[in-house]
C-alpha cells in the first residue's frame, strides 16, 4: 500500500506469481492516511461483519461531485455514482483486505508525500481532520501541513505493534520511499517532504528493537535519485520512473529478499511467461500446436516443483488455443 510506486513493485509481484494485493483502496500518497486504512481494518476482527468498523469511520466523510460519490479517505477511483453502491464496493474491499491482511506474511508501504491534508470541521476551523484526498473541492475546506515526525514515529510504533499482534504469523515490514517527485508542492518542498519520508523510515527501519526488529528498508528512492541518476530512465514527464527503472530496481528487489529456490522459480517463469505472451501469425500449423502442448507440460511441471497455481494458465490454453496472450 501506499504510492503509485507500490503499484510498480505490487505489478511485477503479481506477474511472478505471487500472491499479491495492491492498494485496494487506490493510491494514498502519505503514510499516516496509509496506516490509519489499515487500523480501522484491523480493529475488524471482533465483528461478525466485516467492513462495519472502516464504514463507520467513513460515513461523514462522503462527497458528491459532478454527479459521483467520493470520500475524503480514499482515491478518487474508488467511486460510484450511487452512494450505496460506493458503500457496498468500499465494504467489500475491507472484506478483502481483512482477509488477506490477515493471512499475509509480508507488508509492503511506499511513502509518497510527507504533506497531508485535513479538512475544516463546518462551523469550527479549530477541529481539523486528515484526510487521505481532496477530490478537487475548494482548497478553502483543507489545512495543508507536512507531517510531524515525532506524531509520525509514535503512530507507527503504535501502528506496528498492532500489526504485530494481528493474524496466525508475524509479519516482515519493507518500508520504501517513493522516488517519484512531487513537484506540484514545489521543488523546494518536495525536497522537504521526502527528507522528512527518509528519516521515518530510518527510524522505524535502523531502530532494532523488539518493536521494529521485523521491518527493513528498500531504497528504490536511492536507487533512482542516486544510482540511476539520469533523465532515460523516466517516463515522458521526467516524474515517473520507466519500465527500464521498473526492471532494474525489480531486480535489486528480488536480489535482496528472495532466496535461492525462488529466484531458479523466477528464472524458470519468465521463459514460460514469454512463452505465453507468444501470438502466432498460423495458430492452426502444427508446429504451434505442438509448442501448446509442450507448454502445457513445462506449467506442469513448474506448478509441482514450486506449489504454486497455474491452473489459468492451462485451461486458458486448453480452451483457446488459437491465441496466447
Known amino acids: 500500500m501506499g504510492s503509485c510506486f507500490s503499484e510498480n513493485i505490487g505489478q511485477k509481484l ?10 485496494p483502496f487506490g493510491v494514498i500518497f502519505n503514510p499516516l492516511s496509509v496506516i490509519q486504512l489499515l487500523e480501522w481494518i484491523m480493529l475488524e476482527k471482533n465483528q461478525n461483519k466485516k467492513g462495519e468498523v472502516l464504514e463507520k469511520n467513513l460515513e461523514k466523510f462522503y462527497i458528491q461531485h459532478d454527479e459521483v460519490w467520493y470520500n475524503y479517505h480514499l482515491h478518487s477511483k474508488i467511486a460510484s455514482q450511487d452512494k450505496e453502491e460506493l458503500k457496498q464496493i468500499i465494504k467489500e474491499k475491507a472484506k478483502q483486505t481483512f482477509e488477506f491482511l490477515e493471512k499475509a506474511d509480508t507488508i509492503i508501504l511506499t511513502f509518497g508525500t510527507a504533506f497531508m491534508y485535513e479538512l475544516i ?3 469550527d476551523e479549530n477541529t481539523k481532520i486528515p484526510i487521505s484526498n481532496c477530490h478537487k473541492q475548494n482548497k478553502n475546506l483543507f489545512n495543508k501541513k507536512l507531517i510531524d515526525l515525532e506524531t509520525a514515529k509514535t503512530k507507527f510504533e503504535d501502528f506496528i505493534n498492532k500489526l504485530n499482534s494481528f493474524g496466525k504469523k508475524e509479519k516482515q515490514i519493507i518500508i520504501t520511499v517513493s522516488p517519484v517527485r512531487h513537484l506540484k508542492e514545489g521543488l523546494v518542498e518536495n525536497s522537504v517532504s521526502k527528507s522528512i519520508l527518509r528519516v521515518l523510515a530510518h527510524f522505524i527501519c535502523q531502530n532494532k528493537t523488539e518493536k521494529f526488529e521485523n521491518c527493513v528498508y528498500f531504497p528504490s528512492y536511492e536507487l533512482v535519485l542516486d544510482d540511476l541518476r539520469d533523465y532515460r530512465f523516466y517516463e515522458t514527464d521526467l516524474l515517473h520512473p520507466n519500465n527500464q527503472a521498473i526492471e532494474y530496481i525489480w531486480q535489486k528487489f528480488s536480489e535482496g529478499y528472495f532466496d535461492d529456490k525462488t529466484q531458479l ?3 524458470k517463469w519468465q521463459k514460460i511467461a514469454s512463452s505465453l505472451a507468444h501470438k502466432p ?3 492452426k500449423r502444427k508446429n504451434h500446436q505442438d509448442f501448446i502442448q509442450k507448454l502445457i507440460t513445462d506449467l ?16 486458458f490454453l486448453k480452451n483457446n488455443n488459437t491465441k496466447l496472450v
Not at 14 to 23: S, V, Y
Not at 300 to 315: A, G, T
Request: charge should be negative.
Open 14 to 23: 503479481l506477474e511472478n506469481k505471487f500472491e499479491t494485493l495492491i492498494n
Open 121 to 123: 470541521e463546518k462551523n
Open 265 to 267: 522459480f523466477l528464472k
Open 281 to 283: 501469425f498460423f495458430p
Open 300 to 315: 506442469e511441471k513448474i506448478e509441482n516443483e514450486f506449489k504454486i497455481d497455474v491452473k489459468k494458465e492451462i485451461e
